[in-house]
């Protein structure tokens, strides 16, 4: 009879061990899935190959959120093969969601003159009239948080104060659901996971 009893409760530690492991493997793949993390790879996207067609708002370049585009603007930018001259870039977010809240980041990346401001024109919703612009001087870097009820977002580059050789840029647009969560949140998460596997166990017994 003991070894029946402990036979049961050796195979009972068995299944908890099991369940347990299961649950350690749900929340590896929760955080693989970015619940825990920061969301998924960001694509980087260079001007090269573009030119000259993203010099117009019709020919903008096609990216997706979580994209950057980097590129350059002014009057001796490289294209691959030799300088160019190349007076404005244009690259565009498609296939966004009206009801999410977006964050733009723009950044002046310092070129050859290292002395021009960059210029970012917003257009929401394809529409061919600026929305907004933001100017940034050499090495600069901006945020621009809250951008809600978008279709889609094309921003127009060029420089905004001065004239020359060139001047570096990046654009990158993100969703406010890939943000990293507060730990508020994870403990949240972590309790409810929790609380699912005792429900769980519990129905059985």
Do not use: W
Request: glycine share 14%; aromatic share 6%.
């Amino acid at each position: 009879m003991k070894s029946a009893h402990a036979n049961t409760e050796a195979v009972s530690r068995m299944s908890d061990g099991s369940k347990l492991f299961r649950l350690s493997r749900l929340a590896a793949a929760l955080a693989a899935s970015s619940l825990f993390g920061a969301g998924s790879a960001q694509a980087f996207i260079s001007d090269i190959g573009h030119e000259p067609t993203n010099n117009l708002i019709t020919g903008a370049t096609l990216g997706a959120v979580g994209d950057e585009f980097r590129g350059c603007i002014g009057d001796s930018c490289f294209d691959g093969t030799t300088s160019v001259n190349d007076p404005e870039d244009f690259v565009k977010f498609g296939s966004l969601t009206s009801g999410a809240t977006y964050t733009l980041s723009l950044a002046e990346i310092c070129g050859g003159s290292c002395g021009n401001s960059v210029a970012f024109d917003l257009y929401d919703n394809g529409l061919t009239t600026i929305a907004q612009t933001e100017t940034l001087g050499p090495g600069a870097t901006l945020p621009v948080p809250g951008l809600t009820g978008l279709t889609s977002l094309v921003v127009g580059v060029h420089i905004g104060v001065g004239s020359g050789c060139c001047e570096g840029y990046s654009v990158k647009l993100q969703s406010a659901s890939t943000t990293v969560p507060e730990p508020a949140s994870l403990a949240l998460v972590s309790v409810g996971i929790v609380g699912a596997f005792v429900a769980r166990r519990r129905k059985r017994t």
